[in-house]
């Protein structure tokens, strides 16, 4: 078993050859995954109707569903981002240092900047801007309070993680 990987007309996934590819993750037409990433099992990143792109050292974790609109939104994820379990990324901006958490939902056009944290299970509606050094959480996500230095330090430390992670998989290839 091995990722499904397919074209979309003439758009072919772009993937670094050391990022790490769950057997049953799905990534179809204009995607361009960088070095160092990790998209896990049963992950979608389903670049069909417009463009994803995905940065260096970004994890995409289980069961993830990342997505665009057409015509309208494509979807760009900066470097050292983790996408947590189930969560939805759909034609918005991520920038780098970013922790999306488990279950959350990143609307059309909204943008996180460098070093947020969304907390699991919140909504990020549409046009929404998350400032930069925050945590936001909530239906609809509001601005919760700073990071803390400790948060931010996770926010260095989780896509290394996953570059280890994904090592002990690559070890039984």
């Avoid at 470097?79 to 991520?94: D, F, K, P, Q, R």
């Avoid at 801007?129 to 909530?138: I, P, Q």
Wanted: glycine share 8%.
């Amino acid at each position: 078993m091995s990722a499904i990987i397919l074209p979309v007309g003439e758009s072919v996934p772009q993937i670094a050859l050391d990022t790490f590819l769950a057997p049953n993750c799905t990534i179809v037409g204009n995607v361009s995954i960088g070095s160092n990433c990790s998209v896990w099992f049963n992950a979608v990143v389903r670049g069909d109707v417009n463009y994803i792109k995905i940065g260096d050292y970004s994890n995409i974790q289980d069961n993830v569903t990342i997505h665009g609109t057409y015509e309208r939104n494509g979807t760009d994820i900066g470097s050292y981002v983790n996408i947590g379990h189930n969560a939805i990324v759909h034609g918005c901006t991520i920038h780098d240092y970013v922790l999306v958490g488990m279950g959350a939902i990143v609307m059309d056009r909204a943008v996180l900047q460098s070093k947020v944290i969304i907390a699991a299970g919140a909504v990020v509606l549409e046009n929404t801007v998350c400032e930069s050094g925050y945590l936001y959480a909530g239906v609809p996500a509001k601005k919760i309070k700073p990071l803390t230095d400790e948060q931010l330090a996770l926010l260095d430390k989780l896509p290394h993680n996953y570059v280890l992670y994904s090592s002990w998989f690559k070890e039984q290839e």
